[in-house]
């Protein structure tokens, strides 16, 4: 029933039917439900509990007998149901205004801030959880004390248990040989019979016993273990494997001895008969265990990573010493004896000697295996950081090439890193180490130069079309301005363009872009020479303006107008707005008639200027103009010497942005103009080809190799100029190389710093007794980031005391080898900083001239720049070994394998930690390689043609 309609209709409704007509009867379903019992309805609260009371059922049961039925009952039906309904609403309605008050006290104290409570229970939190991690952290520690204190009870234990064996073993064999020696030392009887001489009996013969099957059996296999001891032994007799002819044997020649499978067959029958391994085919690792004994004895240099010069490395040979010389013995012994009996001790002591080699042998190896992880996962990071260098390079399929090689190299080295270390350990250290690596070579990516960009900068498409190309640079000193000036001006404007930034020729600056083309010019630090010029201009300057008459004032001022405008007259275009403001206010004229009638403001010169540069200079400028514009109390040449460099820096970020625009015509063709200034060098007979010539054929000569191609002989020289353990003079440069000569000298001088530092940390290992190749990383760091020219061997010690506890002792020894090892790579580095000097003078002094290093004064340079420590000289020429062979490798494939062995190789010889500095000794390298034979391929051409 429908509660929106009111109860008065529905009453109504019922009350207008025809009072005639009999009522239909209900159907059985409604009758069953309006006449059942009252015990069997539903009971409902106090408000509606009037149908279940006595009246209520008297009423109706007297109701249905007075009027005689359902006919007699239709409007009380009604009635009392028009009641019910009523009541439920009511009680409805009530329930509805609970829930709602309930509602709205619930949204209420959830709307209400409990602040202090929340701040109340998460500090309880807190301290919960910090009293619970220290409870945990005390059990954790007190369980690792505990296990810490068992693993040494037992590791007592076994070492007791293991030293008990080993001295009842000594004591039963000195009872042994005592007993054979009384038995050898005494006197023995020979055989006579038993009956007394004086008596006479008659002896009955020997009773010939027919032979049974049993014995005859017994006889056979005695002789058929006779036969087959003697044919396993001469099989390995046949082999030839001794350690004195696997001291003869080289290396190789002894490591593919032993792999083959003749070998492997006669070594394995071998310990099968002497019951040392049960199934060869089972205890395949037990074979080859044995016979690495025969590579550790004759071969310990190559074998281990230390050259046997740690404890273990020693004890492991110690102890394949006494295998083979028990097993050698045994050997001996079981050939010579006639019978089939092998003596039991003989026998012992081979057995025991076996299981302590392998013991042992497998401790060295589960040490060093974690060494042999490291440098894998260094190698597989490596191909990572090459793929990752050569993935943009697109031209002639460099990147596909590459890429399919890498993947290659990869694949073998991520799966011997499963064999190793199991498959979800190696993933999970390769992960690691190239999502580190990518990071590391990400921060270490040139940062956008966005920031050096001139806000007044004019893009320009201008490009290298030929050799005859326009300068990319703009001149170095300013061109006198084009006015009534006087010659004295003029010299004065000259003497301050002096103290500007010289940039170098366009010769040199195609060179440098070719070679790295994010190439930019900086603001180079002052040589001596530079330095007493600007002292004595400064000094001028201040005794004239203070001393001196209007005149000179008036041209200094006049001089300095004329520097200014005329570098910041290239800074802006003619359709820059600041253009006729510049023009007008630094007007040299104006300017000069200002100083002479004494009207010249300089503060108002300075204020002026602050706002214009601000408004032209680069936003990473921002930083100096702003001290600038603040620092108003300096003296008058003070500042304006700070306004001549803030200029100078923003025409080196226009330059610099200039060069950005032109570096994709230089890459393209940059080479033709070396091309044709080298051949107009040869031309006018500025230099020839003799230093060239002797060059190639010095390099032709130290190569060994067979097939002595170009490729081959040029990384030879390359690498010779770079690595060499002696004197570069500027005469041995060639030619054609003679723009890398300053590069060359940098690149020698960190290769002997790296050389120094390695063989300082591979000394400290070996002083410390640690392992060889484990990574120092941090301290290699820290003294390859020294200089070199204000540090000694006392700062070197302190670095490494400083990370590494060691004994007084200890400490002298590394300093003394300290103070033998680091003067060569000082003076390598004091060599290379002497020619970037005198370069800056020359540049000074000939502006527009190429840098000649043999018209240098040979007595500048130090000559003693050679290492004579044997450690050193053996690091040195492993790595000239290293990087040439990574030079002269011919495909990719080739490549990326000699780059793939860089971390093992190096690792090996003992420099684990500078496989990053190698790699990018490598990439530099190959970048002036690939610069100078596109450059100077058809002399080389010429001169490989002569010499052939």
């Known amino acids: 029933m429908d509660s929106s309609i009111p109860l008065s209709q529905d ?21 069953a439900r309006f006449y059942r019992k009252s015990s069997v309805r539903r009971k409902s609260s106090a408000s509606s509990s009037r149908r279940s009371s006595l009246s209520s059922i008297h009423s109706h049961s007297s109701t249905l007998s007075s009027h005689g039925g359902p006919n007699s009952t239709h409007i009380a039906q009604h009635l009392r149901r028009a009641s019910i309904i009523e009541s439920r609403k009511a009680r409805l309605a009530d329930r509805a205004a609970h829930a709602e008050q309930v509602r709205r006290r619930a949204a209420a104290a959830k709307a209400s801030q409990r602040v202090s409570y929340s701040e109340e229970k998460a500090l309880a939190a807190q301290a919960a959880r910090e009293k619970l991690l220290a409870e945990i952290a005390a059990r954790c520690e007190e369980e690792v004390r505990r296990a810490k204190k068992i693993a040494e009870e037992t590791k007592e234990k076994k070492a007791a248990e293991l030293a008990r064996l080993k001295d009842e073993l000594a004591e039963k064999f000195a009872e042994a040989a005592r007993r054979k020696s009384m038995y050898q030392q005494g006197l023995r009887r020979h055989r006579t019979t038993s009956l007394p001489a004086v008596e006479e009996k008659r002896v009955a013969p020997a009773v010939l016993h027919r032979p049974n099957r049993n014995y005859a059996a017994k006889i056979i296999q005695r002789a058929w273990r006779r036969y087959y001891s003697r044919k396993v032994m001469q099989q390995f007799t046949a082999l030839q494997l001794d350690l004195n002819r696997a001291s003869d044997l080289s290396f190789e020649a002894l490591t593919r001895l032993l792999s083959e499978e003749r070998t492997l067959a006669a070594t394995a029958t071998v310990l099968r008969h002497l019951g040392i391994v049960e199934d060869p085919n089972e205890d395949s690792g037990a074979v080859r265990v044995f016979l690495s004994a025969y590579i550790i004895l004759a071969h310990p240099m190559q074998a281990f990573s230390h050259g046997g010069n740690v404890p273990q490395e020693q004890e492991l040979v110690a102890k394949a010493g006494a295998l083979i010389r028990a097993f050698e013995s045994h050997s001996q012994t079981l050939a010579a004896s006639t019978s089939n009996t092998i003596s039991a001790t003989s026998k012992d002591a081979l057995l025991f000697a076996f299981n302590d080699f392998t013991s042992t042998f497998h401790a060295w190896k589960s040490q060093d295996l974690g060494v042999l992880i490291d440098i894998m996962v260094n190698s597989f990071v490596n191909l990572d950081l090459i793929l990752q260098a050569t993935k943009h390079d697109h031209e002639g399929h460099v990147a596909q090439d590459y890429l399919d090689a890498v993947r290659q190299e990869q694949v073998k080295l991520l799966a011997r890193l499963k064999r190793l270390a199991g498959p979800e350990q190696a993933l999970a250290k390769v992960r690691s180490a190239v999502r580190k690596a990518r990071k590391q070579r990400a921060a270490e990516q040139p940062q956008s130069s966005e920031q050096r960009v001139p806000r007044a900068s004019t893009p320009v498409n201008d490009s290298l079309t030929s050799a005859q190309a326009a300068p990319l640079t703009p001149p170095a000193t300013p061109q006198p301005y084009r006015g009534e000036v006087e010659a004295k001006e003029g010299s004065y404007a000259e003497s301050l363009g002096q103290i500007m930034t010289v940039l170098p020729t366009n010769r040199e600056i195609a060179h440098e872009i070719l070679i790295n083309g994010s190439f930019e ?31 000179v004032i008036a041209r200094w001022t006049h001089a300095m107008a004329v520097l200014i405008r005329e570098k910041l007259m290239n800074l802006v275009s003619k359709r820059h707005p600041l253009y006729d403001r510049i023009d007008g206010f630094l007007d040299p004229a104006l300017i000069g008639q200002q100083c002479r009638n004494g009207m010249f403001s300089y503060d108002t010169f300075f204020e002026t200027m602050s706002g214009l540069i601000a408004q032209i200079c680069s936003p990473g400028r921002d930083e100096i103009v702003k001290a600038f514009v603040a620092k ?33 015509s230089v890459l393209e063709r940059g080479h ?8 107009r ?42 690595l060499r353990n002696s004197h570069l003079w500027p005469r041995e440069v060639p030619e054609t190389l003679q723009l890398d000569y300053i590069r060359l000298l940098k690149l ?6 790296m050389i120094a530092t390695a063989s300082v940390l591979l000394t400290t290992k070996i002083r410390l007794r640690r392992n060889r190749e484990s990574l120092w990383t941090k301290d290699a760091e820290r003294l390859m980031s020294l200089d070199l020219l204000t540090s000694d061997a006392h700062r070197v010690v302190s670095l490494l005391e400083s990370s590494h506890m060691m004994p007084d002792s200890t400490k002298e020894g590394l300093f003394n080898f300290v103070g033998r090892v680091l003067p060569p790579a000082v003076v390598a580095a004091r060599n290379a900083d002497t020619a970037e000097q005198d370069r800056q003078d020359a540049m000074q002094m000939h502006s527009q001239s190429a840098y000649d290093p ?95």
């Open 748 to 753: 020698r001088a960190r290769v002997f710093h």
């Open 521 to 551: 010019v900086q603001q180079r630090p002052w040589t001596d020479s530079r330095k007493d010029l600007m002292e004595s201009l400064r000094s001028s300057m201040r005794a004239s303006m203070l001393d001196g008459s209007t005149e």
């Open 854 to 948: 043999c018209s240098m004064d040979d007595g500048k340079m130090d000559t003693t720049d050679v290492f004579t420590e044997q450690i050193a000289s053996f690091m040195l020429k492993s790595l000239r070994e290293h990087v040439f062979a990574r030079l002269s490798a011919s495909g990719t494939a080739e490549r990326v394998r000699t780059a793939t062995g860089a971390a093992e190789a190096l690792a090996r010889v003992g420099m684990p930690e500078f496989v990053e500095e190698v790699n990018r000794l490598v990439d530099e390298m190959e970048r002036i390689r690939a610069v100078d034979l596109k450059s100077h391929g058809k002399w080389y051409d010429q001169i490989a043609a002569e010499t052939s």
């Open 681 to 722: 060098d040869l031309h006018d007979g500025v230099h020839a080809l003799e230093r060239t010539k002797q060059w190639w054929a010095d390099a032709r000569s130290n190569t060994t190799s067979s097939g002595q191609t170009g490729r081959v002989i040029y990384a030879k020289g390359l690498t010779d100029l770079v």
């Open 11 to 31: 009453v109504d409704m019922t009350l207008t039917t025809d009072e005639n007509q009999t009522p239909a009867e209900p159907p059985a379903r409604l009758a």
């Open 632 to 664: 108003t109390t300096s003296d008058t040449i003070d500042r304006l010497f700070e306004l001549i460099n803030i200029i100078d820096l923003m025409t080196l970020d226009h330059i610099n942005f200039q060069f950005k625009l032109a570096a994709q």
């Open 672 to 679: 033709e103009h070396e091309i044709a200034s080298f051949e």
